[in-house]
C-alpha cells in the first residue's frame, strides 16, 4: 500500500511539475524578431476536410514584410486542389502559388510532396505548416521571435479544438493535455522537440544534409529533424504557446491528414473517424494506426 501511495504521489508530483514548466513557457514574452527575413510557408495539402477553407485561408494577411505561400499537392485530382486555387484567386496581392507533383526521395508521403516546394523557393527561411492548422496573424513573428543563437528549428504544439464526436475529444485531449504540455515543458527545460505540424528552420542545416530527403531517416519527419539539430550541436526551440488545430471528428480525415503523411509526419495517429471509413488513400495510409509516440 505504501508503494503505490509512493507512486501515486510521484506520478502527481511529475504532472504538477510538467503542468508548471508548461505554464512558465507560456507565459513568456518573447522580445520581436532581430531579423525578419524572406519566409517561405510551405503547406502540404491532400483530401479535403470541413475545416480547410478556413486553415488554409489563415495561410493568406500574416503580419509578415515578405514572404510567399507555396501549397503542393501531390496530384491534379486531389480533393483539395480546386480549393486552394480558388483562395489564391480570392487573393491576387499575394505572393501564392500551388506545385502539383511527387518527388519520391523517401518513404514519407508528406516529404515527397514537400519536395517540389522545397527546390522551388528561393527563401532560406522555411516555415512547414500542416494544412489543418489555423495560422494566427503573428504565426511567423512568433517563430521568427524565438530565432536566437543555439536555435536551428523551431515548432509548436498544436492546440486541438471543436472535436466532434468520441474520437475528437480524444484526439484533442491527447494534444491539449498530454503532447502540448510536455512538449512547452521541454522547451522550458532547454529540451526542445521538433513537432511536425509546425517547423521554422534555415534551410542550410538540411541542404548540408542532402536537402529534405535528411528528414526520411526515420518513420516521423520531426523525429529526423530534431535528431539532426541535436547532431549539429543546436537545439530545438518552441513558441510560447501552440496554434490551433481543429479537430472535428478526429481520424485521418483530421489528424495529418493535410499533411499527406498521416501521422507518421507528426508523431501521432488517431483512430479513424466517426465520420467516415479508416481512410485508404496511399498518402494516409501511414494514419491508420494506433497512437504511438516518439522515439
Not at 496530384?75 to 480570392?90: K, Y
Not at 516529404?111 to 517540389?116: E, G, M, P, S
Not at 501521422?263 to 488513400?281: K, V
Request: overall charge positive; hydrophobic content about 40%.
Amino acid at each position: 500500500m505504501m508503494s503505490l501511495s509512493a507512486a501515486a504521489f510521484s506520478l502527481l508530483a511529475l504532472h504538477l511539475a510538467a503542468a508548471g514548466l508548461a505554464a512558465a513557457q507560456g507565459r513568456r514574452r518573447p522580445a520581436p524578431p532581430s531579423a525578419r527575413p524572406f519566409v517561405c510557408l510551405l503547406r502540404p495539402v491532400c483530401g479535403q476536410d470541413r475545416f480547410d477553407r478556413e486553415t488554409l485561408a489563415s495561410s493568406f494577411g500574416l503580419d509578415w514584410p515578405d514572404y510567399e505561400i507555396v501549397f503542393c499537392a501531390a496530384r491534379e485530382e486531389d480533393a483539395a486542389v480546386p480549393l486552394v486555387r480558388e483562395l489564391i484567386r480570392l487573393h491576387p496581392g499575394a505572393r501564392a502559388r500551388l506545385l502539383i507533383g511527387e518527388e519520391r526521395i523517401t518513404a514519407n508521403p508528406k516529404l515527397n510532396n514537400l519536395a517540389k516546394g522545397w527546390a522551388a523557393s528561393p527563401a532560406r527561411m522555411i516555415a512547414i505548416a500542416d494544412a489543418n492548422l489555423l495560422l494566427p496573424r503573428d504565426y511567423l513573428e512568433q517563430l521568427a521571435a524565438e530565432w536566437r543563437p543555439g536555435v536551428a528549428l523551431v515548432s509548436s504544439p498544436p492546440a486541438g479544438g471543436r472535436a466532434e464526436g468520441l474520437w475528437g475529444a480524444l484526439e484533442a485531449g491527447f494534444l491539449n493535455g498530454l503532447q502540448g504540455r510536455w512538449q512547452l515543458a521541454a522547451a522550458r527545460l532547454g529540451l526542445g522537440f521538433a513537432q511536425g505540424k509546425t517547423m521554422y528552420l534555415d534551410r542550410a542545416l538540411l541542404d548540408r544534409q542532402g536537402g529534405l530527403a535528411a528528414l526520411g531517416g526515420e518513420l516521423a519527419e520531426d523525429v529526423a529533424a530534431t535528431r539532426l539539430v541535436r547532431a549539429a550541436g543546436g537545439r530545438c526551440g518552441s513558441c510560447r504557446g501552440p496554434s490551433p488545430s481543429p479537430s472535428g471528428g478526429g481520424g485521418c480525415a483530421t489528424s495529418g491528414r493535410g499533411s499527406c503523411a498521416g501521422r507518421a509526419s507528426g508523431g501521432r495517429a488517431s483512430p479513424p473517424s466517426s465520420r467516415s471509413s479508416p481512410c485508404s488513400r496511399r498518402c494516409c495510409r501511414f494514419s491508420c494506426s494506433p497512437l504511438r509516440r516518439r522515439s
